[in-house]
């Protein structure tokens, strides 16, 4: 058994160069130089989609949510009667009907505050992704304000309800 190395290849002569790179003789104009030609961007700036996207959820996630918490607002006029001030009401001796229609406000107001918090929230995120990404910076930023204030808005539509259902 041996160890020596194989012999070294032979030397090789380096590979002519193309004709128009070769020195130019006095008078004739030099070729130009390929044109620059940026590199192919792994990652694209995309449309607007992304940012447009979280708009549109976060102003459904808004606008549904305010429009059950008015409805909300408005089933909660059956129990002005009986909310005396100071006083507390005793839920057993209130009529069915003001049962039931306490037992609809109550779960109105979770279903339109917790969809606005689901896709509030996913607005919210997508809209930094998408003004990060740059993929609809304006849409994403703007679903961002809209996700961050439109608890208020539901919030006042809830109220709003309140108010047009007692004055009725």
Not at 126 to 155: D, F, N, P, T, Y
């Amino acid at each position: 058994m041996s160890t020596t190395p194989p012999p070294p290849e032979p030397y090789q002569q380096p590979v002519a160069r193309n004709d128009a790179y070769r020195a130019t003789p006095a008078g004739v104009p030099a070729p130009a130089a390929p044109a620059y030609v940026p590199p192919a961007s792994a990652n694209p700036k995309g449309g607007n989609k992304l940012g447009l996207g979280a708009f549109v959820v976060s102003l459904v996630g808004v606008v549904g949510g305010s429009i059950i918490a008015l409805i909300a607002g408005m089933q909660s006029a059956a129990l002005a009667p009986y909310a005396d001030a100071g006083q507390r009401v005793d839920p057993n001796a209130l009529p069915p009907e003001v049962q039931q229609a306490a037992a609809l406000f109550g779960i109105l107001t979770v279903v339109a505050f917790a969809g606005y918090a689901v896709l509030g929230l996913w607005g919210f995120v997508q809209g930094i992704v998408a003004a990060i990404k740059s993929r609809g910076r304006g849409w994403g930023i703007g679903a961002v304000v809209l996700s961050v204030l439109g608890g208020i808005v539901v919030g006042i539509a809830l109220a709003a309800g309140a108010a047009i259902g007692v004055s009725t």
